[in-house]
């Protein structure tokens, strides 16, 4: 499906709904979340990250069964992540 970039509009194919930005927005908009929020946005990000590698790859555990898991234990998913070495 086609979304148009909430920043600067430019047209992006994308496989999610989710999706708001284009790749180069994203980008610089992490970066600059990053800068103003720090761990807890790299938190997030790496967890952007970590499900579009597992979309990639398409092995593992998925990003939900990984979320129920954390949730079972009360963790955040960056908690788990970091407890289970994932
Ligand atoms: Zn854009």
Redesign the pocket.
Known sequence: MIVH?K??G?PVEVKSPNVK??D??RRKKYETTYRIKGEEEAIKYAYQKRIEQMRAKRNGPSIEEVVREANKEGLSYGQYVAKHGL
């Open positions: 970039c920043i600067c430019k930005y284009c180069e927005c």
